[in-house]
């Protein structure tokens, strides 16, 4: 069955059951019934479908950081961020991800940190305390890293405007590892797909994220 393997794994190598079911789910496309295990979550993370150009901090809904408190996207608009995909429980392309940004933050300058909002795939299960654990796991410092559950409404939203696939089944998500680039305005200007993403062509794309002139607000 599709992911069989990969709930194991993921059960397995994170040491924590959900805190409840997570129903069968599907985003604009997902790994095929043939994939599953770790070999399924690499293929998954590579395959994106492109984003509908929808304005990241435009898409309306309530989310919960990681402590607690209850957050709107709008509140990142007029600053440039960088947005990614995750889920707490993933036992490989998500980690890897962050590892990613945490290279490009220690790779910056100071005062060019990026401030990185890390969006979950999983609200039911990634409750504030599953998302300090993770950034606490991670080193993930506040002042540059948000961790946010949104409201099951807003997911399809968000995965369309990000250009990521997903599909969620008996607690293990196989979905496209997305770090998009985002303006003040709210646009992607530029969105790396897979794991192991160019730190050049990441640290350049982020200066001139910072440098763009936001345009006038909806």
């Not at 898409?59 to 600053?79: H, P």
């Not at 940190?113 to 609200?123: E, F, G, K, M």
């Amino acid at each position: 069955m599709l992911l069989v393997a990969l709930a194991l794994a993921v059960r397995v190598g994170c040491g924590r059951a959900p805190t409840a079911p997570v129903p069968s789910a599907r985003g604009p496309a997902g790994p095929s019934s043939g994939e599953g295990g770790v070999s399924g979550e690499m293929l998954a993370a590579g395959r994106a479908p492109e984003p509908l150009g929808a304005r990241l901090t435009s898409i309306a809904g309530s989310l919960v950081d990681q402590d607690g408190r209850t957050r709107t996207l709008a509140e990142w608009r007029g600053s440039p961020f960088i947005a990614s995909p995750i889920y707490t429980r993933c036992p490989l392309v998500c980690p890897r991800v962050v590892g990613e940004l945490k290279r490009l933050e220690r790779d910056l300058p100071a005062g060019e940190a990026p401030h990185v909002l890390l969006l979950s795939l999983d609200p039911a299960n990634d409750t504030p305390e599953a998302l300090r654990a993770f950034a606490a796991e991670h080193v993930l410092e506040r002042t540059h890293w948000a961790l946010l559950a949104p409201d099951t409404s807003m997911l399809a939203a968000i995965t369309a405007a990000l250009g990521v696939a997903w599909r969620s089944e008996g607690g293990a998500i196989g979905h496209s590892a997305v770090v998009a680039i985002v303006d003040g305005a709210g646009r992607i200007r530029r969105r790396f797909v897979g794991l192991e993403a160019d730190p050049a062509a990441l640290a350049a794309a982020w200066r001139e994220a910072r440098l763009a002139r936001a345009s006038e607000p909806d």
